[in-house]
C-alpha cells in the first residue's frame, strides 16, 4: 500500500500584515510621533534657556570684573569713541565671543562672518525721563542720550536689592537685521523686553545681584506708569 506523500519540511502558514493591519501600525507611529515631537521641542527648548540663562551669568562675571578694574562703575553702553560694552568686557571672558549668542536666537546667519550678539545692556534710548538712570548709561556715540546720563556705579545697581535688569536677550529683528559682537546694531535694550524663548513669549534677564530670571514680555514691559513694579531704571531721587 502505498504511502502519503510527506516532505521533509512541513506545511507553515507564512506570517505577514495585512494591508489594513499595516495602515493600523502606520497610523499608531503617526499619533505617537505627533505626541511626541512637541515633547521633544519643549524639551529641546529648556536646555537651550538652560544655556542661555548660563551665558548671562558668565556675562555677568566679567562685567564684574570689568567694573572691579574701572573704578567700579558699568562699561557704557558704547562709549564716545563707538566701543561697545561687550568688546570691553571681552578680555575678561578670554576672548571666547561664542558666549554672546544664545542657542534660542531665532536670527543666526551661518554665511556671517561677523559673531552673532543675542545679548543687550539696559542702556541706550530713555524712555522713562531723565531722573531715571539705567545702568549702562544712554549711547555715548551715535543717537546719543538727550539726558547724558553715563554709566551706574555698581552700588547704585544695588538699591532695590539689586533687582534692576543688567542684560536682556534682544538679538535683533530678522538675520540680515540683527547685532553681532562688536557693533552698535542692537548693543542696547533700549528699554524693550525681550522675546527670544517660548515662541516669543518672553526673555531671561541678568540682574544686579547676578541672578538669571525669565519673564514674559508683558510682565516686564516698561509702561510708563509711575507706581509700576520697574526693573529697568534707578531713580535718582
Given at each position: 500500500m502505498n504511502k502519503p506523500h510527506t516532505s521533509a519540511f512541513p506545511y507553515r502558514r507564512i506570517l505577514g500584515?495585512?494591508?489594513?493591519?499595516l495602515l493600523v501600525v502606520i497610523a499608531l507611529i503617526a499619533i505617537l510621533a505627533a505626541l511626541m515631537f512637541p515633547i521633544i521641542?519643549?524639551?529641546?527648548?529648556?536646555?537651550?534657556?538652560?544655556?542661555?540663562?548660563?551665558?548671562?551669568r558668565v556675562i555677568g562675571q566679567a562685567i564684574i570684573?570689568?567694573?572691579?578694574?574701572?573704578?567700579?562703575?558699568?562699561?557704557?553702553?558704547?562709549?564716545?569713541?563707538?566701543?561697545?560694552?561687550?568688546?570691553?568686557?571681552l578680555a575678561y571672558l578670554g576672548g571666547e565671543e561664542s558666549v554672546f549668542e544664545c542657542p534660542s536666537d531665532p536670527y543666526i546667519d551661518?554665511?556671517?562672518?561677523n559673531k552673532p550678539r543675542s545679548y543687550a545692556a539696559n542702556g541706550?534710548?530713555?524712555?522713562?525721563?531723565?531722573?531715571?538712570?539705567y545702568p549702562?548709561?544712554?549711547?555715548?556715540?551715535?543717537?546719543?542720550d538727550s539726558c547724558g546720563h553715563l554709566p551706574l556705579s555698581l552700588e547704585e545697581s544695588q538699591s532695590g536689592g539689586g533687582r534692576l535688569i543688567i542684560v536682556?536677550?534682544?538679538?535683533?529683528?530678522?538675520?540680515?537685521?540683527?547685532?553681532?559682537?562688536?557693533?552698535?546694531?542692537f548693543c542696547g535694550l533700549d528699554q524693550r523686553p525681550g522675546d527670544v524663548h517660548k515662541n516669543g513669549a518672553g526673555g531671561n534677564y541678568l540682574f544686579a545681584d547676578m541672578g538669571v530670571q525669565y519673564f514674559k514680555s508683558k510682565d516686564i514691559a516698561l509702561t510708563g506708569a509711575t507706581d509700576e513694579k520697574d526693573y529697568w531704571y534707578h531713580s535718582a531721587d
Open positions: 500584515f495585512t494591508l489594513v493591519e521641542g519643549n524639551v529641546r527648548e529648556k536646555g537651550n534657556m538652560t544655556k542661555c540663562a548660563s551665558h548671562l570684573m570689568w567694573a572691579d578694574d574701572n573704578g567700579y562703575v558699568y562699561p557704557a553702553v558704547n562709549d564716545t569713541a563707538g566701543v561697545t560694552w561687550d568688546t570691553e568686557i551661518l554665511t556671517s562672518t541706550g534710548y530713555n524712555w522713562k525721563g531723565c531722573e531715571y538712570h549702562f548709561g544712554g549711547y555715548q556715540k551715535g543717537p546719543g536682556g536677550e534682544r538679538p535683533g529683528n530678522a538675520r540680515d537685521d540683527r547685532g553681532y559682537v562688536g557693533k552698535f546694531s
